[in-house]
């Protein structure tokens, strides 16, 4: 394994362009299979299969989502629970903690939680809102929406060199590699 050689001008990344779908699949394949983790993929539509391709098995939003619903439970019971105790009113014998008359409140908050839970999440993980992105800067990646597929690897890749990841993407026979220029402070 190659070491990384620093360069003067740090980039974002290399965008290699493609003309078919199963191009950029099978190329997002080998990148893969080549140790690149920091990888992204543009296309018009969905493409099965591509997410996996380039490594994308990210499970925190659904972890989010789980504890997020706990947590709604959790509270809408608890809520119930503690304003009973906390304030008694005896009626006909009846139980001060009522589980069936409490689950419609804990279902409610269980589901708003977790809802709340994985769109923040989402949000926060994709550093949303992003106004702009480098990508915007490149006058071709405005294909991405009408006909051409894009494979991004991102500088911060630990095998990331910028010569030799050049020469592994332009080896895969893309239209076109570019370089992608940092346009904001990385966060």
Known sequence: MREPQPHKEPIFGLLAEFDDADELLECARKAHAEGFRQVDAFS???????????????????????????????????????????????IGSRPLIATPAFMLITFELMVLFAV????????????????????????EFHLASNDKFFLLVLSNDERFDREGT???LTSLGPVRVMPVE???EPV
Request: no cysteine.
């Open 116 to 139: 709340l839970f994985s769109i923040g999440g989402m949000l926060v993980l994709n550093h949303l809102p992003r106004l702009h992105h480098p990508l915007f800067d490149l006058e």
């Open 182 to 184: 940092h346009t904001e």
């Open 44 to 90: 018009p539509f969905p493409i099965e299969g591509l997410a996996e391709a380039i490594g994308h098995h990210d499970m925190r939003v659904p972890w989010l989502t789980l504890f997020g619903g706990i947590f709604g439970a959790a509270l809408g019971y608890g809520m119930q629970a503690y304003t009973n105790l906390a304030y008694p009113i005896i």
């Open 166 to 168: 050049h020469a592994f």
